[in-house]
C-alpha cells in the first residue's frame, strides 16, 4: 500500500462493529439492553424485519446473528453483506469494497484506482429480456406457484396478493456464458409512455441458507433512471389515469 494510507489493521483498530451495522442500515434494539447490544433493520413503513438481527460481542469487535454463532468482524461482514453498503457495485472487488467503506467512515481520502475494479463484460449493453428465462405464475395453474413459494414466504406477502398481481411479477433466470443459472423473482421496469415495453428489472433473491438478507438489485443495462414498476389496475392507459398500484418490493 501507499504511503499514508490505511491498513485492515488500521479499520479494526479504529471501528467498531456497532459504526458497520448502523452504516449498513440498522438500528440499536433498545429493548434488549445495552450490555450485550443487538441491532435490528426496519422496513419502509418502520416495522422491525423478523430475522435481520445482529448482536455485539463484549469486546465490541463482532458481531452474530442468532441462531448462528459464526462471528462477523467488520472486515468479514462487509464482505459477506456487500449489497448492504453505499459502494457496493457490480463488479467491484470485495477488498475494494472495504478500503471504500472504512475510509469513508473514518473520513479518509482514497485516491481511485479505476484498475482494481473489475469492469463487467456487458456493462454498457442495453437490457434484453431475451436474455433469461421467463417463469410465469399462472393462476389457473396451482403448479407454477410452487417455484414462487421461497421468494414469498419470507417477505409475508400471502397467495391472495400473488393472485392480485400476477401479472405484474415473474421469475427470470440468467442466461450465463460460465453455465450457472440463478433465478430472481422481478418486477419489470416500464416507461410510463411505452407501458408495453419492459426496459428493466427489479431482482429479488431467494432469502440465503444461513438467513442472511437476500439479494436485491437490478439486471444489468436496466433503465434506473426512467424505468418504472407499474401495475394498472384500472381501464385508462397509465399516462392518463395517473393510477398505479404497488406491492412493497421487499
Given at each position: 500500500?501507499?504511503n499514508?494510507?490505511?491498513?485492515?489493521?488500521?479499520f479494526l483498530?479504529?471501528?467498531?462493529?456497532?459504526?458497520?451495522?448502523m452504516?449498513?442500515g440498522?438500528?440499536?434494539?433498545k429493548r434488549?439492553g445495552?450490555r450485550?447490544?443487538?441491532y435490528i433493520?426496519?422496513?419502509?413503513n418502520g416495522?422491525?424485519?423478523?430475522?435481520?438481527k445482529f448482536i455485539v460481542?463484549?469486546n465490541?469487535k463482532c458481531?452474530?446473528q442468532?441462531?448462528?454463532q459464526?462471528?462477523?468482524?467488520?472486515?468479514?461482514?462487509?464482505?459477506?453483506?456487500?449489497?448492504?453498503f453505499?459502494?457496493?457495485?457490480?463488479g467491484?472487488?470485495?477488498?475494494r469494497?472495504v478500503?471504500?467503506?472504512c475510509n469513508?467512515?473514518?473520513n479518509q481520502?482514497?485516491?481511485?484506482?479505476?484498475?482494481r475494479?473489475?469492469?463487467?463484460?456487458r456493462?454498457?449493453?442495453p437490457?434484453?429480456?431475451d436474455?433469461y428465462?421467463i417463469?410465469?405464475?399462472?393462476?389457473?395453474?396451482r403448479?407454477t406457484?410452487k417455484?414462487f413459494?421461497?421468494?414469498f414466504?419470507?417477505?409475508g406477502i400471502d397467495?391472495?396478493?400473488?393472485?392480485?398481481?400476477?401479472d405484474?411479477?415473474?421469475?427470470a433466470t440468467?442466461?450465463?456464458?460460465?453455465g450457472?443459472a440463478?433465478a430472481n423473482?422481478?418486477?419489470?421496469?416500464?416507461?410510463?409512455?411505452?407501458?408495453?415495453?419492459?426496459a428493466?428489472l427489479?431482482?429479488r433473491g431467494?432469502p440465503k441458507m444461513?438467513?442472511?438478507?437476500?439479494y436485491?438489485?437490478?439486471?444489468e443495462?436496466s433503465?434506473?433512471?426512467?424505468g418504472?414498476w407499474?401495475a394498472?389496475?384500472s381501464d385508462?392507459?397509465?399516462?392518463?389515469?395517473g393510477f398505479?398500484?404497488?406491492?412493497?418490493?421487499?
Amino acid at each position: 500500500m501507499a504511503n499514508g494510507e490505511l491498513t485492515y489493521d488500521d479499520f479494526l483498530q479504529r471501528l467498531d462493529i456497532q459504526d458497520i451495522l448502523m452504516d449498513a442500515g440498522y438500528h440499536l434494539n433498545k429493548r434488549d439492553g445495552l450490555r450485550y447490544p443487538s441491532y435490528i433493520r426496519m422496513d419502509s413503513n418502520g416495522t422491525r424485519i423478523r430475522g435481520d438481527k445482529f448482536i455485539v460481542t463484549p469486546n465490541g469487535k463482532c458481531c452474530f446473528q442468532p441462531p448462528q454463532q459464526k462471528l462477523y468482524n467488520i472486515i468479514s461482514f462487509i464482505k459477506a453483506f456487500p449489497e448492504k453498503f453505499a459502494e457496493h457495485r457490480n463488479g467491484v472487488s470485495l477488498d475494494r469494497l472495504v478500503n471504500l467503506v472504512c475510509n469513508r467512515l473514518l473520513n479518509q481520502p482514497i485516491n481511485d484506482r479505476p484498475l482494481r475494479i473489475i469492469q463487467p463484460r456487458r456493462e454498457n449493453t442495453p437490457f434484453r429480456l431475451d436474455d433469461y428465462d421467463i417463469h410465469r405464475f399462472d393462476v389457473k395453474d396451482r403448479e407454477t406457484h410452487k417455484r414462487f413459494y421461497p421468494y414469498f414466504k419470507n417477505r409475508g406477502i400471502d397467495i391472495f396478493t400473488q393472485r392480485a398481481f400476477a401479472d405484474h411479477f415473474f421469475l427470470a433466470t440468467r442466461h450465463r456464458s460460465d453455465g450457472l443459472a440463478y433465478a430472481n423473482l422481478v418486477f419489470p421496469l416500464v416507461l410510463p409512455k411505452e407501458p408495453d415495453k419492459i426496459a428493466g428489472l427489479e431482482e429479488r433473491g431467494r432469502p440465503k441458507m444461513d438467513g442472511s438478507g437476500s439479494y436485491k438489485g437490478k439486471a444489468e443495462g436496466s433503465n434506473s433512471s426512467e424505468g418504472l414498476w407499474i401495475a394498472n389496475f384500472s381501464d385508462e392507459p397509465v399516462i392518463h389515469s395517473g393510477f398505479s398500484s404497488s406491492l412493497k418490493l421487499l
